[in-house]
């Protein structure tokens, strides 16, 4: 009963208040399961996929604390980055991830291990430790520099002869699951292409609708624990074929180690799990599935909105033109001294990712202790809520927080200002953070450098602004088109 009110131990020490005292949303709002329902539509105008935007107005009404029930469980939502802090302060060794019931379930049925994203404790440790080790680190990273630039340089080549990117997300997902692709596996999968793909274009449909479920499965009422649901089938359908590709690209690699050819592929996660001896094959197969299937759809979204804000900021884009033509070639390896210094780069990317924060609302832990904020008594165990997305659009940390400023992050500008460490944290914070984020943020330099040192990029005219769904991470409904002039 993780997080029951029922759990609940009035304190000795009357200073602090109940956390059934913690405000929020009252009456049949309160009830496990059906108190969600009557959150959304037709009973308020908030969809599944406007997480965020509830949460945001609970957080308008109730203050910088609040409460609410979703499913069984309660959460306690956060936007003060001192709250935020305390929380991280107080976090346990091994930091716990709740609530992922239809990844358990999986598991559970195919008596497989959840995943580094799932599992909690030593299980996760064990896992987290080698995947961290192989790509955590910006020195593990440099190595993957020059196939970074490759791949970037496949997509840049892609629309040479084109005028215009129409919907933008999809040719991202290309990049990021060839990108993906290459990191864990050591292989070129072929997405990035002209011509029809049938294989590649299975792969990222499975992996599409692996994310989709993955990210309802906090929306959804859980039939699936009960019974093979329609929506558990289609998971599990997406699941089992990951599943058998991450096995396949396993199989094929111990076959080259056997015939002294792996060394061709140059480096992969699955190289460097396969030299460590602590990770069996079923661990390195769920390893990998994790890594691959978290590297896609995130980095994706978060481009596109990059790529908008530039297009829609040609002020910006033409500022961050001049830093490029300095350092980084028309094409080929971009070297990590060049990634280093393109400050201005990395605080156009900072800025996107603050103005859209990437995941819907924000990251969450569990404490093992009973934890006191803002006077309330918050009992072990509760699921809390760092409403980064809100707090990172609040005036009280950032000034005119609806304007794309890269501006703010240079220390050497006038509009730079020193922010709460905690009041932005896309990748979350601590031993559990995203284990991605390196590989993500070299990503994002080497592809939008390259993207910019050889197009201009512009908004057709009265193009919309982008309208996000939340799933998994925050993605954009709104086909976005992007017209290209060469530089
Ligand atoms: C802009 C891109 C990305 C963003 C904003 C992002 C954000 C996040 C966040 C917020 C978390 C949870 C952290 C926490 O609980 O403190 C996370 C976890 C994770 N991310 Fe990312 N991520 C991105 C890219 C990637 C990439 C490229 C990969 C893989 C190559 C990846 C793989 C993962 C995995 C496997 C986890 C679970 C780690 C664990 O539980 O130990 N992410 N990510």
Not at 8 to 22: H, K, V
Not at 29 to 39: A, I, M, N, S
Not at 277 to 289: G, H, V
Not at 395 to 405: L, N, R
């Amino acid at each position: 009963m993780i997080g029951s009110l029922k759990k609940y131990q009035p304190l000795a020490d009357s200073r602090i208040r109940p956390f059934d005292e913690i405000p929020g949303p009252s009456g049949l709002h309160q009830l496990p399961y059906l108190g969600l329902l009557f959150q959304m539509k037709p009973f308020t105008k908030y969809s599944k996929h406007n997480m965020q935007q509830r949460v945001c107005s609970w957080t308008k009404t109730f203050g910088p604390i609040c409460k609410q029930r979703l499913g069984r469980e309660w959460y306690v939502f956060l936007t003060d980055p001192n709250d935020v802090e305390k929380v991280f302060r107080n976090d346990r060794k091994y930091p716990f991830r709740g609530a992922l019931p239809l990844t358990k379930v999986y598991a559970r049925r195919t008596r497989e291990s959840p995943g580094l994203t799932a599992l909690n404790n030593e299980e996760w440790f064990v896992l987290r430790k080698a995947a961290q080790r192989a790509i955590l680190r910006q020195k593990a990273m440099n190595k993957y520099l020059p196939i970074i630039s490759a791949v970037a340089d496949d997509f840049v080549d892609k629309f040479r002869q084109e005028e215009r990117i129409d919907n933008v997300l999809h040719h991202l997902m290309e990049f990021s699951t060839e990108g993906a692709g290459k990191l864990c596996f050591g292989v070129r999968l072929g997405c990035i292409s002209k011509h029809d793909q049938t294989m590649q274009t299975k792969t990222m449909k499975h992996v599409e609708t692996f994310l989709d479920c993955f990210g309802n499965q906090f929306y959804v009422m859980p039939w699936y624990k009960l019974f093979r649901s329609p929506f558990y089938k289609k998971y599990a359908k997406s699941a089992d074929y990951l599943k058998s590709l991450t096995e396949k690209y396993i199989r094929e690699h111990k076959e080259r180690l056997q015939t002294g050819a792996a060394p061709e592929l140059g480096p992969s996660l699955l190289s460097d799990l396969l030299a460590d001896p602590q990770m069996s094959t079923a661990d390195i197969q769920r390893t990998l599935m994790d890594v691959f299937v978290g590297g896609i759809d995130s980095t994706a979204s978060n481009m596109t909105t990059l790529f908008y804000n530039l297009a829609k900021n040609t002020d910006k884009q033409d500022r961050l033109f001049e830093e490029l033509e300095r350092s980084v070639p028309k094409s080929g390896p971009i070297d990590d001294t060049a990634i280093g210094d393109l400050h201005y780069l990395k605080a156009c990317i900072k800025e996107s990712l603050r103005l859209v924060f990437p995941v819907p609302v924000g990251t969450a832990r569990s404490l093992d202790k009973d934890i006191t904020l803002r006077g309330f008594h918050i009992p072990a165990y509760t699921n809390i809520v760092f409403c980064s997305g809100i707090t990172c659009s609040d005036s009280t940390y950032f000034d005119e927080p609806e304007q794309y400023i890269p501006e703010r992050w240079l220390r050497d500008h006038d509009k730079y200002t020193p922010i709460h460490s905690f009041a932005y944290i896309p990748f979350g914070h601590g031993p559990r953070k995203c284990i991605g984020q390196t590989f993500a943020e070299t990503e994002i330099r080497v592809c939008t450098a390259k993207i910019l040192r050889n197009f201009r990029l512009t908004l057709p005219e009265g193009a919309h602004e982008i309208t996000y769904k939340d799933k998994t991470f925050r993605t954009p409904v709104t086909p976005v088109t992007l017209l290209l002039q060469e530089r």
